[in-house]
């Protein structure tokens, strides 16, 4: 589900060569209460409900899939609140397929695309005149999804070929979203989009050194329906070194243009777009093995900034991000055990203020019973915020999971989640939210 959290239930199965997935359940809760469009943080939300299903043939290197996604908020258990509100009940269909040929040993290619029909009010008429033989694909699926005024139809795909030698490897990567792509199933996708990328790997050093790159561009306007056409430049680099056995270091680089050329209009300096954006990590460790106990040290560094070149808009527009990360982890063997401690401090700059955030994490993980089926983790987070130098609240989290193994083929788990996040600032609510997800597995 692209990351898209629910409550339901969901079954995974491979029998031989064969690929079969299913999933259904809550991907959003009924919010109650009347709409404030002054007030985003009380927006009503009708329940919606979805499943999917997915079936596939093939191995680890040879397969396709075949997917289908439906979603529609509930009506009936949700009261409409009519068109001043501003909230509507949708719905969507999503058809799609995902496959990855191995070509000759040295060759790849893999292919993902999707279909996405969407309607952004149910409630609408149905208009069986809708569906003309201009519009094919609502021709071909009106049987099963029914057409109405607000139903739109997106696509989007993605492919990619590549060369892999032992110390070397090159992919060739396109990707297309037409605009207004909407899938139910996943929080946000980036629409009306279009890029070409060339993607290098390399590997010496007696394979100590791996260095990575990817250099490519990228526009939006695709229908060529919008005043202007951004075009961007988007490279990245990431490789790591590791010289012996304790010692590593990784590290990340990238850096996005973006520059606005006419489209339909000529475009006035006020309003064109000219930024670069940077990012940049390095995450060096240590490490120490010994028979009773290993010690890991972890340092992370990451700096994000936004560079405006447009003079009329630089000071609302630009930003910048440190965040620092140090961790330490005991693992005990005889125990079999693990304990973590952490700090981390993140500071922002922008054109309406600072934030902060500091704070630490313990976490610890057992091994129980002789044959190691019961494995547990916990951790608990305690961050103070700021905003321009001033406390604004703080956020608590504790994060915990079990699994056990029933049998040679069967396992279950549990996982909870909860964050308290108390603020002072009236621009920002203060809630706390439980999650907990119960899983079942049966391997073949």
Not at 415 to 425: A, C, D, I, P, Q
Request: hydrophobic content about 35%; aromatic content about 12%; charged content about 15%.
């Amino acid at each position: 589900m692209n990351g898209h959290t629910f409550l339901g239930a969901g079954v995974d199965l491979t029998p031989g060569k064969f690929r079969f997935s299913v999933m259904r359940g809550k991907f959003i809760r009924q919010v109650p209460g009347l709409f404030n469009p002054n007030d985003s943080t009380k927006t009503f939300e009708y329940r919606r409900i979805g499943y999917a299903v997915k079936i596939g043939v093939g191995s680890s290197t040879n397969y396709i899939d075949f997917c289908y996604f439906r979603a529609t908020d509930d009506t009936i258990h949700s009261k409409f609140l009519g068109d001043t509100t501003g909230v509507h009940p949708e719905k969507n269909m999503v058809l799609g397929v995902t496959s990855h040929q191995q070509i000759a040993k040295k060759f790849d290619w893999i292919i993902d695309a999707a279909y996405s029909i969407h309607t952004r009010n149910i409630q609408t008429t149905l208009i069986s005149d809708y569906v003309t033989n201009k519009n094919i694909p609502f021709k071909l699926i009106n049987g099963i999804y029914p057409v109405q005024p607000t139903t739109s139809g997106y696509y989007a795909y993605e492919s990619s070929l590549g060369y892999k030698e032992k110390y070397f490897s090159l992919r060739l990567a396109f990707k297309r979203v037409a605009p207004g792509f909407v899938s139910l199933g996943s929080y946000e996708i980036a629409s009306d989009v279009q890029n070409i990328t060339i993607q290098p790997s390399i590997t010496v050093w007696k394979n100590k050194i791996h260095l990575n790159g990817s250099i490519g561009i990228q526009h939006d306007n695709l229908t060529q329906t919008k005043k202007s056409t951004s075009h961007r430049v988007i490279g990245s680099a990431n490789g790591s070194i590791a010289p012996n056995k304790n010692f590593a270091l990784q590290f990340n680089f990238s850096n996005y243009s973006t520059d606005q050329q006419p489209g339909i209009q000529k475009i006035n300096d006020t309003l064109r777009l000219a930024q670069t954006s940077k990012q940049f990590s390095i995450t060096p460790r240590y490490m120490i093995a010994g028979k009773k106990f290993q010690h890991l040290w972890l340092f992370i560094f990451l700096r994000q900034n936004l560079i405006d070149r447009n003079p009329l808009s630089t000071g609302n527009a630009e930003y910048e991000t440190r965040n620092l990360n140090f961790t330490y982890n005991l693992g005990i063997t005889e125990q079999k055990a693990t304990l973590t401690a952490s700090i981390n401090s993140t500071n922002t700059k922008t054109y309406y203020g600072k934030t902060g955030l500091s704070g630490f994490t313990l976490g610890a993980g057992k091994v129980f019973l002789k044959n190691n089926s019961l494995n547990t983790n916990i951790s608990f987070t305690e961050n103070a915020t700021k905003f321009n130098n001033a406390s604004s609240g703080s956020v608590f989290n504790i994060n915990a999971s079990a699994s056990y193994k029933l049998a040679k083929h069967h396992s279950v788990s549990l996982k909870l989640f909860f964050v308290n996040n108390h603020s002072t600032l009236s621009t920002i609510p203060s809630y706390h939210e439980l999650t907990v997800t119960v899983g079942y597995v049966f391997s073949f």
